[in-house]
């Protein structure tokens, strides 16, 4: 079963918009995880966020962490073309220190 | 500098049948984990590898069965198939047996069961 859920579960920008993606988990968590992943190949990891951070960037990239929500945002600044792809959010439960869960990811498509 | 390795790329097999699935990890990475994504999911946790043993397994049946070697490479093997095996399967490494750092994952093996 999916451990999270990843909200909306498709979004269309154009070139140059900002892009958030919400994310929700049920567990505690050690930490949590954005992957990207292109035509249904292999996952990239973008960024992890630890549970005693609140805030994390990497480049055009900003995720933040409420852990008394259980929800975790990505916002991608300056959509590309190249952004577009599916996002997904896997977390990393306290009780488990080997697998991650992920959710059914945003499908995001950036038209130039 | 490799990433993570997978063959083949795409495989059809046919119900009832046995598949080998293989995977050679990042360099420097140690453990292997193994996961299904059946189209419009998201992946999910067969199981992790790591000093050559399975270190934890998700919700899979026993069907599904996966080896390390010492050179730190995996194969999963799914026997008897069944039609809703049919998914992208996912390799992924890491350095330790562990989830608190990212995981580098291979580009894939599409399994068609028909």
């Known amino acids: ?112 | 500098d490799a990433g993570v390795t997978q063959s083949p790329t795409h495989l059809i097999k046919t119900r009832g049948q046995q598949v080998t699935l293989r995977c050679s990890p990042k360099s420097g990475h140690d453990t292997v984990s193994w996961y299904q994504q059946a189209l419009g999911q998201g992946p999910q946790f067969i199981f992790q590898y790591y000093e050559e043993e399975e270190r934890q397994r998700g919700n899979f049946p026993d069907r599904f069965s996966g080896h390390q070697f010492p050179n730190y490479s995996s194969e999963l093997n799914v026997n008897a198939l069944l039609l809703g095996d049919s998914a992208l399967y996912l390799c992924a490494s890491s350095f330790l047996s562990t989830a608190n750092y990212g995981y580098t994952f291979g580009s894939g093996t599409r399994l068609t069961v028909v």
């Open chain 1, 1 to 112: 079963s999916q451990q999270g859920e990843e909200d909306p579960q498709a979004l269309s920008i154009q070139e140059g918009e900002n892009a958030t993606m919400n994310c929700s988990y049920k567990t505690s968590i050690n930490n949590l995880q954005w992957y990207r992943q292109n035509s249904g190949r292999g996952l990239v990891h973008l960024i992890l966020i630890r549970s005693n951070e609140r805030e994390k960037h990497s480049g055009r990239l900003r995720v933040t962490l409420d852990t008394s929500k259980k929800s975790s945002s990505l916002l991608i600044t300056a959509s590309r073309a190249a952004d577009t792809a599916s996002y997904f959010c896997a977390t990393a439960p306290s009780n488990s220190g080997y697998a991650l869960n992920f959710g059914k990811g945003t499908s995001l498509l950036v038209t130039p």
